[in-house]
């Protein structure tokens, strides 16, 4: 399989790229996870966003911020994949992709996500690190979680 990514800030996304990315978000994040949130923070417009495709279609997002904006480090958020493409090794690829566009922008900053209770292991195998205690988000719990690229 055949993995594009593509990297664009806010403005730079045409209106397709930004319905598309959107559609994605609303599927996985409200609709899947039966979860009813408003989605659209006002964050998009400051985030680096990560397009992944397969051919032309859009399997994976993520988006990436500099230090201050979400927390006083880099993070990422949102990462997806699409259903048909999980279990693949590709939310590693998108991830790691993230990563590495914060390491080379902000070498010296730590990379902080939000991550889903759930998905621990997953981010721990990525050398992410939690950070603090259990709370609930939308209804589902989360825990902060850093990488620290000191070490790196």
């Known amino acids: ?46 985030a680096y966003h990560l397009l992944v495709y397969s051919e032309n279609e859009l ?16 993070s990422l958020g949102r990462i997806t994949t699409v259903m048909g493409y999980r279990n693949k090794g ?4 998108i991830t790691n ?14 990379i902080v996500i939000s991550a889903q209770h759930r998905l621990i292991k997953f981010y721990q195998e990525l050398d992410f690190k939690e950070r603090g205690e259990v709370y609930l988000e939308d209804d589902i719990d989360h825990i902060e979680m850093c990488l620290d690229c000191t070490k790196r």
Request: a neutral charge.
């Open 97 to 110: 992709e993230g990563v590495s566009f914060l390491l080379n922008k902000y070498p010296d900053n730590n």
């Open 1 to 46: 399989m055949n993995i594009k990514f593509k990297w664009k800030i806010f403005d730079e996304l045409s209106k397709d790229e930004l319905y598309a990315v959107l559609n994605l978000r609303q599927k996985v994040f409200i609709v899947e996870q039966n979860c009813p949130y408003i989605d659209l923070d006002y964050a998009d417009q400051r």
């Open 90 to 93: 590709i939310g590693k690829k």
């Open 59 to 74: 399997i994976g997002y993520l988006r990436a911020f500099s230090p201050g904006i979400k927390y006083d480090e880099s």
